[in-house]
C-alpha cells in the first residue's frame, strides 16, 4: 500500500521487522503554536464566518479542558511519575449543529505542538483492518498489536468524525484497539450522531460489543450538543442540486458547494466490499464526490452502490453525460446507483449532460430510465433525502 501524505495513510514494511507497521507521520499541520479554543472561536464570529449559538458555547469548556491539560508542561523527575492524560470528549447531537466544525477549532487549536490526527472514523477502521490484514500475512500471532503501537508512536490525540459502527468486524476489534490506546494516554475526541448506548444497535453478537460502551463512558466525557439550528441544511436549502450542461460554469457552482458543506479538502475513501475495494475519490463530513466515470464506468454492482449509499449522506456526481445504446453498460450501472442512493435517502448534487429526461433518449433501455429520470427530479426538491451532519 503507498503512501499518500495528503491523506495519511497506512504504509506497510516490506522488511521482517514483524512491528515494521509505520503510520506516515507526515501530519496536516494547523499553526505554529496552541491557542486558546475560546479565542478561536470568538476570531470566527467577529470574521462573519460564524453566528453564535450556545449549544456550541457550552461544548467548549470540554475542548479547552483537553487543550489545557495537553499544553502543560510535564516536569520530569527520577521518581515523578508522568500525570495521567485528560478524558477525551464523545461529542454527539443532532444533524448539523457544528459537531464537525468544532473539532477543526479544537484540531487547530493545538497547533503544531501536539501530534494530532482527524480522521473519518471509517476510514480510520479500514486502515487499522489493512494493517491486521498484513501482519496476519507475517503470521503475527496478535495481529492488532502492531497496527496499535504504530498510532501509538505517531500521535497524542485522534479526533474522529462520525463515529458509527456497523461492520461486525469494526465491532469486534474496536473495544480492545481503544483500550490499547488508552492505555497508552492517547486522547481520543470524537464526534456521533448517536448516543454512546446507540452504538451498533441491533448488531450481531452486540453483546460482546457492550464492555466498549462502558469503556467510552469511562475515558470520555459524553456531551450532548442541543442546537435548535441545522446550519449545513439551511446552507442547502433552496440551492441548485442539478447543474446542465456539464462544463466549466456547473464545476464552479460545485467546487463553491462542496467548500461550502465539506469544510476542507477531501481525501480518498476506500470501501471494502466483499474483498473488492470500492474507491470515492474525494471524501470529508460524510460528502463524498466523484465524477461519473469513477462509479460507472468500472464494474460495479449493486452490493458496491449499497455500500456507497450507506457511507455517506451526500453524493456529488459530476459530468453525467448523454446515455444511450453506446455506452449501455454505463447506464445500467448508473441507473443501479441511482436506485442505491434514492432508497438510502442520499442526497444527490449533480453536473449532466442534459435534464433528467433528456439524458437516455434512444436504445435500448430507454423505457426503463423514465423511473430514473423521475427518481433524479424528485432527488432535486429542497426537502427530499436525508439531513446533513
Known amino acids: 500500500m503507498k503512501i499518500n501524505r495528503r491523506n495519511v495513510l497506512w504504509c506497510i514494511s516490506d522488511?521482517?521487522?514483524?512491528?515494521?507497521?509505520l503510520f506516515n507521520a507526515a501530519l496536516p499541520r494547523y499553526g505554529s503554536r496552541m491557542s486558546d479554543i475560546f479565542a478561536l472561536y470568538n476570531a470566527r464570529i467577529t470574521e462573519g464566518a460564524l453566528h453564535r449559538d450556545s449549544a456550541q458555547e457550552a461544548v467548549l469548556p470540554e475542548f479547552e479542558r483537553i487543550r489545557a491539560a495537553l499544553a502543560k508542561p510535564v516536569k520530569r523527575g527520577l521518581f515523578r511519575k508522568a500525570p495521567p492524560p485528560p478524558k477525551g470528549l464523545y461529542l454527539w447531537g443532532g444533524v448539523g449543529r457544528g459537531k464537525s466544525m468544532l473539532m477543526d477549532l479544537f484540531v487547530e487549536s493545538l497547533g503544531s505542538d501536539i501530534p494530532v490526527r482527524r480522521v473519518h472514523f471509517h476510514a480510520f477502521m479500514q486502515e487499522i483492518q489493512a494493517a491486521m490484514h498484513e501482519a496476519r500475512k507475517q503470521e503475527i500471532a496478535d495481529a492488532l498489536a502492531p497496527a496499535a503501537k504504530a498510532v501509538i508512536d505517531s500521535v497524542k490525540v485522534l479526533a474522529f468524525d462520525e463515529m458509527q459502527i456497523t461492520d461486525i468486524t469494526d465491532a469486534m476489534v474496536v473495544g480492545r484497539l481503544f483500550e490499547m490506546l488508552f492505555d497508552a494516554g492517547v486522547v481520543i475526541v470524537t464526534t456521533s450522531n448517536r448516543i454512546p448506548d446507540d452504538l451498533y444497535k441491533n448488531g450481531l453478537n452486540r453483546q460482546l460489543f457492550l464492555p466498549f460502551i462502558a469503556l467510552i463512558k469511562e475515558q470520555m466525557v459524553v456531551h450532548e450538543l442541543v442546537s435548535p439550528k441545522d446550519y449545513r441544511q439551511n446552507r442547502l436549502a433552496g440551492?441548485?442540486?442539478y447543474f446542465t450542461p456539464s462544463g466549466p460554469d456547473a464545476h464552479a457552482a460545485i467546487q463553491a458547494i462542496w467548500d461550502d458543506l465539506a469544510g476542507g479538502p477531501g481525501?480518498?475513501?476506500i470501501l471494502e466490499v466483499k474483498g473488492r475495494e470500492v474507491k470515492l475519490p474525494a471524501y470529508r463530513n460524510g460528502i463524498a464526490r466523484a465524477r461519473f466515470y469513477d462509479l460507472c464506468a468500472h464494474f460495479l454492482g449493486p452490493g458496491d452502490y449499497l455500500a456507497i449509499a450507506q457511507a455517506v449522506k451526500l453524493l456529488i456526481l459530476e459530468d453525467i453525460p448523454l446515455l444511450s445504446r453506446s455506452n449501455f453498460n454505463e447506464a445500467k450501472r448508473f441507473v443501479t446507483l441511482i436506485d442505491a442512493l434514492y432508497e438510502a435517502h442520499v442526497k444527490l448534487i449533480c453536473s449532466a449532460?442534459?435534464?433528467p429526461e433528456m439524458?437516455?433518449?434512444e436504445g435500448e433501455g430507454v423505457f426503463e430510465f423514465e423511473r430514473t429520470a423521475s427518481r433524479l427530479?424528485?432527488?432535486?426538491d429542497k426537502d427530499w433525502g436525508q439531513t446533513l451532519d
Open 377 to 380: 427530479r424528485e432527488m432535486q
Open 239 to 241: 440551492s441548485p442540486v
Open 359 to 361: 439524458l437516455y433518449v
Open 15 to 21: 522488511g521482517d521487522d514483524p512491528t515494521s507497521v
Open 353 to 355: 449532460a442534459a435534464e
Open 267 to 269: 481525501a480518498e475513501l
